[in-house]
């Protein structure tokens, strides 16, 4: 047993642990912080982007000494069928600003960074330490932590549970239930590395410029789900996740599709010639709104993917994971202040915060968004379909008359979905997004 | 009892890479672990801590990164860690290291209690020569037992250790007078995990940071690349060998006449092997 009191005792260093810790450490507040991995994000994986907004609210000068790899100023998004993709790009000299917006990063470099700032604020981090159970009182309030170590308890006044997306001690301990198969997505990721020049040449871009491409279509093999591709200083990471539920169902694995994905005429020249250095897998809860557990209870708060803090639509994790922990953070510096206990009607605050934030006002934007995916899966296939068969009849110079291409294409939307099945998936989305 | 243990932040073998044209360790990136042969060292020196009492304090030369080692090292229960660092240790062979390591040692000596027994690993998994602990041994005047398996007795109070030690075509029971240094072979124990209570003091201790004159060495040259008389002239992967396997021909022969050709051929390639054999033949 660790004879010191702590004001806090945060469950893992990833994104939204390191948030909390840094923010009540930095405030003065007695903070231990334990992670399971060898070290800080050894156990971590991400596609990975990192938006600025978040973390500057907690570093504003991060740009310094971060470990960044390129900003971007170019996204892509594709529909792609078996041999072609229809993309929407966005690219703007805007994004080439002083302060970019969004970084591609290397989580593993990233989250050593992280803790190391945490640890300069006073944080105390034992890494090789998993947390085994939340120990309570006699009234059931939370008063610290057991570990998988010898004499592993520590007592703190509140825990801030940041345990990634599976998130155990949780589970065990009985504030939220297990993952379902149907809300969380499996993820596979490889690391290619290629010369910075190629990686320059092939993407168009020039110093750190970086593109980031998410795509969807048939590369799911009619599942929910997405593929990507960021570019790195001298790799690229490429990525496909689907539901897990999905994979159950159709029988196709992980590492499959992300190996047809690779083979697919529009990506694999842009993997010519390179190196896989790094494979890695994650689960990431897209549940979104509707699959959140509660969020604080008597002596503890849940910060990030143990959360379902994610906002699939747009790709966003690390972000509302650092929001979760800097408010979670910040709430336990406001309690302290005010010299009060960290019960649950107190740190009911917490949540109120959030609701002032994009977090989840953007997470309850979208909660019909993962049901509405989930029963119209025809979503990630025929229209990919539709709409390059589309593409390529109007781009096709054949002799055939340009109304008569308009009818064709009307046509195979028709046959392909049915008018009233079109205006009910464009009905059933709008409503959805509303 | 003071139990002092040296050892060396190495990088991780099982991630490294060989320069393809240079032929040399590609260190950048990769990332460092204690010297795995280390551990079963300091794991025999907790484990005497535990039964005598006393202290166990790891020592280690290297870059200020080296620290993370030592860290290491104090999660696992060692109570004190010293790094000796200093630029003018850069490019240490064996020699120049066991200088340093023995001036650092008779520091700690001064310091925090005369070290009866000093453990290092049997050899280190980036130089394999098992050249440090024996040179410690040698510029200290300490009794050297390496390659140890076992400690079979140990008594502080008559200054008495008896060790077994493997060697070639068996095992040695020796027993010699403290002070020693015992170089641990590998396999004999399992590092323990630390209690909760020694990771977090090791992760808010104070690493004691030594340069070469906080360690009371004043003859820099004999450190250092200065102080290092060895010289790598070439590093080279060893080439196959060219002798190719043989093949005698099987078809309509006996055993007998099969075994009479296998033999001759073998006597081709290896002339002393037929002398030795003819002179065995006539001895009997």
């Known amino acids: 047993m660790i004879r010191d009191k702590f004001d806090a005792i945060v469950v893992g260093a990833g994104p939204s642990g390191n948030a909390a810790a840094y923010t009540m450490a930095k405030e003065g507040l007695k903070v231990l912080q334990l992670e399971r991995g060898e070290y800080p994000g050894s156990k971590n994986v991400q596609g990975a982007i990192l938006y600025a907004d978040a973390l500057e609210k907690i570093i504003p000068d991060f740009r310094e000494d971060a470990p960044l790899e390129r900003h971007v100023i170019e996204q892509r998004l594709w529909t792609m069928d078996d041999t072609s993709y229809v993309g929407m790009h966005y690219r703007s000299d805007d994004f080439n600003e002083e302060k970019p917006n969004r970084y591609t990063i290397i989580r593993a470099q990233f989250d050593r960074w992280f803790?190391?700032?945490?640890?300069?604020?006073?944080?105390?981090?034992?890494?090789?330490?998993?947390?085994?159970?939340?120990?309570?009182?006699?009234?059931?309030?939370?008063?610290?932590?057991?570990?998988?170590?010898?004499?592993?308890?520590?007592?703190?006044?509140?825990?801030?549970?940041?345990?990634?997306?599976?998130?155990?001690?949780?589970?065990?301990?009985?504030?939220?239930?297990?993952?379902?198969?149907?809300?969380?997505?499996?993820?596979?990721?490889?690391?290619?590395?290629?010369?910075?020049?190629?990686?320059?040449?092939?993407?168009?871009?020039?110093g750190n410029e970086g593109v980031v491409i998410e795509a969807m279509g048939t590369i799911t093999d009619g599942m929910t789900g997405t593929g990507f591709i960021y570019t790195?200083?001298?790799?690229?990471?490429?990525?496909?996740?689907?539901?897990?539920?999905?994979?159950?169902?159709?029988?196709?694995?992980?590492?499959?599709?992300?190996?047809?994905?690779?083979?697919?005429?529009?990506?694999?020249?842009?993997?010519?010639?390179?190196?896989?250095?790094?494979?890695?897998?994650?689960?990431?809860?897209?549940?979104?709104?509707?699959?959140?557990?509660?969020?604080?209870?008597?002596?503890w708060i849940v910060v990030g993917d143990a959360g379902q803090f994610v906002n699939a639509v747009h790709r966003e994790g690390s972000n509302l994971a650092m929001t979760t922990g800097r408010v979670a953070g910040e709430t336990v510096v406001w309690l302290k202040r005010r010299r009060e206990m960290a019960t649950k009607a107190n740190l009911a605050e917490y949540q109120r915060r959030l609701e002032e934030t994009f977090v989840m006002k953007d997470l309850r934007k979208y909660r019909r968004i993962p049901d509405f995916l989930h029963r119209n899966k025809h979503i990630f296939g025929?229209?990919?379909?539709?709409?390059?068969?589309?593409?390529?009849?109007?781009?096709?110079?054949?002799?055939?008359?340009?109304?008569?291409?308009?009818?064709?294409?009307?046509?195979?939307?028709?046959?392909?979905?049915?008018?009233?099945?079109?205006?009910?998936?464009?009905?059933?989305?709008?409503?959805?997004?509303? | 009892m003071h139990i002092v243990?040296?050892?060396?932040?190495?990088?991780?073998?099982?991630?490294?890479?060989?320069?393809?044209?240079?032929?040399?360790?590609?260190?950048?990136?990769?990332?460092?672990?204690?010297?795995?042969?280390?551990?079963f060292a300091l794991e025999e020196a907790l484990h005497l801590r535990d039964r005598l009492g006393g202290e166990v304090t790891v020592l280690t030369m290297g870059p200020p990164m080296a620290e993370e080692s030592l860290r290491k090292a104090l999660t696992f229960g060692a109570d004190r860690a010293v790094l000796l660092?200093?630029?003018?240790?850069?490019?240490?062979?064996?020699?120049?290291?066991?200088?340093?390591?023995?001036?650092?040692?008779?520091?700690?000596?001064?310091?925090?209690?005369?070290?009866?027994?000093?453990?290092?690993?049997?050899?280190?998994?980036?130089?394999?020569?098992?050249?440090?602990?024996?040179?410690?041994?040698?510029?200290?005047?300490l009794n050297q037992l390496t390659y140890v398996a076992r400690i079979a007795d140990l008594d502080p109070a008559a200054g008495t250790i008896t060790v077994e030690r493997r060697a070639e075509g068996g095992l040695q029971v020796l027993q010699t007078r403290l002070p020693v240094l015992i170089t641990m072979l590998e396999g004999v124990n399992e590092i323990r995990r630390g209690s909760l209570d020694d990771a977090y003091r090791a992760a808010r201790a104070q690493v004691v940071r030594w340069s070469a004159?906080?360690?009371?060495?004043?003859?820099?040259?004999?450190?250092?690349?200065?102080?290092?008389?060895?010289?790598?002239?070439?590093?080279?992967?060893?080439?196959?060998?060219?002798?190719?396997?043989?093949?005698?021909?099987?078809?309509?022969?006996?055993?007998?006449?099969?075994?009479?050709?296998?033999?001759?051929?073998?006597?081709?390639?290896?002339?002393?092997?037929?002398?030795?054999?003819?002179?065995?033949?006539?001895g009997q």
């Open chain 2, 85 to 141: 660092t200093d630029r003018a240790f850069a490019g240490s062979d064996t020699l120049a290291t066991s200088f340093a390591l023995a001036a650092a040692l008779n520091k700690i000596g001064q310091e925090f209690g005369e070290p009866p027994i000093v453990f290092t690993g049997k050899q280190t998994i980036d130089g394999d020569t098992a050249q440090v602990g024996p040179g410690i041994a040698k510029r200290l005047g």
């Open chain 2, 213 to 282: 004159a906080d360690a009371g060495i004043t003859e820099l040259a004999r450190c250092g690349l200065k102080g290092s008389p060895t010289i790598v002239k070439k590093v080279f992967a060893p080439q196959g060998r060219a002798e190719k396997v043989r093949q005698v021909p099987t078809a309509d022969r006996s055993a007998d006449e099969l075994a009479v050709d296998v033999i001759a051929a073998i006597f081709r390639t290896q002339p002393p092997l037929e002398d030795d054999l003819l002179r065995f033949a006539a």
């Open chain 1, 115 to 206: 803790s190391g700032k945490v640890r300069e604020a006073g944080a105390v981090l034992l890494c090789e330490t998993t947390v085994t159970e939340l120990l309570r009182d006699p009234q059931g309030r939370v008063i610290g932590v057991r570990t998988d170590r010898d004499g592993g308890t520590a007592f703190a006044d509140v825990v801030i549970l940041g345990e990634g997306v599976n998130g155990l001690v949780g589970q065990r301990s009985g504030l939220r239930p297990e993952l379902k198969p149907d809300t969380v997505a499996l993820a596979v990721k490889e690391m290619h590395f290629l010369p910075r020049e190629v990686i320059e040449s092939r993407f168009n871009l020039a």
């Open chain 1, 382 to 434: 025929v229209y990919p379909k539709l709409l390059s068969a589309a593409a390529q009849t109007w781009f096709r110079v054949d002799g055939v008359d340009k109304r008569a291409k308009e009818k064709q294409i009307f046509q195979s939307f028709r046959s392909g979905r049915t008018l009233p099945g079109l205006i009910g998936d464009a009905l059933k989305l709008a409503r959805s997004w509303r």
């Open chain 1, 232 to 299: 790195n200083q001298e790799s690229i990471s490429i990525g496909i996740g689907c539901i897990v539920s999905d994979f159950a169902e159709s029988g196709r694995t992980p590492y499959g599709l992300l190996e047809a994905f690779k083979r697919h005429p529009s990506v694999r020249p842009l993997l010519e010639g390179s190196e896989c250095k790094e494979y890695a897998a994650h689960l990431i809860p897209e549940g979104g709104y509707n699959a959140m557990p509660e969020l604080f209870g008597d002596g």
């Open chain 2, 5 to 39: 243990v040296c050892m060396k932040q190495v990088p991780d073998s099982a991630q490294i890479r060989v320069h393809p044209v240079t032929n040399t360790i590609m260190r950048q990136g990769v990332p460092t672990i204690i010297n795995p042969y280390d551990l």
